[in-house]
T-cell receptor
Framework: QKEVEQNSGPLSVPEGAIASLNCTYS??????FFWYRQYSGKSPELIMS????GDKEDGRFTAQLNKASQYVSLLIRDSQPSDSATYLC????????????FGSGTRLSIRP | EPEVTQTPSHQVTQMGQEVILRCVPI?????FYWYRQILGQKVEFLVS????????KSEIFDDQFSVERPDGSNFTLKIRSTKLEDSAMYFC???????????FGPGTRLTVL
């Protein structure tokens, strides 16, 4: 059974600080890793994808992947109130166009 | 920027009735997916579709479910006889040309009474 695990939170971070979100996955055969943001009642919105070990930066977001530890993380710098949402870690296996398996999400709250 | 669209945004139906949820994937995308999310739970994969046939389906996707691409733009999910436990948000997604990143539509909230 392929599993993606996340701490459900809530994670409370002061505005302007760095938010750190973590995710582990169960199978080493994974191909691609994604972070989606989901506001309440809305659909998942892709914010980062990462495919190889190391860091990938896009604006205020940095995704980190460590395949040996089966660990993916997302850092959000200069956190804004609009970053308050649930962040979903997602992984796909087998092939790049196969289904993706989602974690249950971490609820992030940015306090002013 | 192109986006996946879904209709209706909210569908209310009686148990046992058939529903059809509609999606228009991003043009030039080749793989299409349906996922669902029961309130407060994870997003779950239902089915993937490529080249006019199902490429993968989950245990949830039983004989009550079917998918179709009736024309060059629409992608539909049919539930033949809805149950109370089918109440959920249903999301359509399509994959870009690099076959990696799945983009989700806004979802259809299905309520079965």
């Amino acid at each position: 059974q392929k599993e993606v695990e996340q701490n459900s939170g809530p994670l409370s971070v002061p505005e302007g600080a760095i938010a750190s979100l973590n995710c582990t996955y169960s199978d080493r055969g994974s191909q691609s890793f994604f972070w989606y943001r989901q506001y309440s009642g809305k659909s998942p919105e892709l914010i980062m994808s990462i495919y190889s070990n190391g860091d990938k930066e896009d604006g205020r977001f940095t995704a980190q992947l460590n395949k040996a530890s089966q660990y993916v993380s997302l850092l959000i710098r200069d956190s804004q109130p609009s970053d308050s949402a649930t962040y979903l870690c997602a992984v796909n296996w087998y092939s790049s166009a196969s289904k993706i398996i989602f974690g249950s999400g971490t609820r992030l709250s940015i306090r002013p | 920027e192109p986006e996946v669209t879904q209709t209706p945004s909210h569908q209310v139906t009686q148990m046992g009735q058939e529903v059809i949820l509609r999606c228009v994937p991003i043009s030039n995308h080749l793989y299409f997916y349906w996922y669902r999310q029961i309130l407060g739970q994870k997003v779950e994969f239902l089915v993937s579709f490529y080249n006019n046939e199902i490429s993968e389906k989950s245990e949830i996707f039983d004989d009550q479910f079917s998918v179709e691409r009736p024309d060059g733009s629409n992608f539909t999910l049919k539930i033949r006889s809805t149950k109370l436990e089918d109440s959920a948000m249903y999301f359509c997604a399509s994959v870009d040309q690099s076959y990696n990143e799945q983009f989700f539509g806004p979802g259809t909230r299905l309520t079965v009474l």
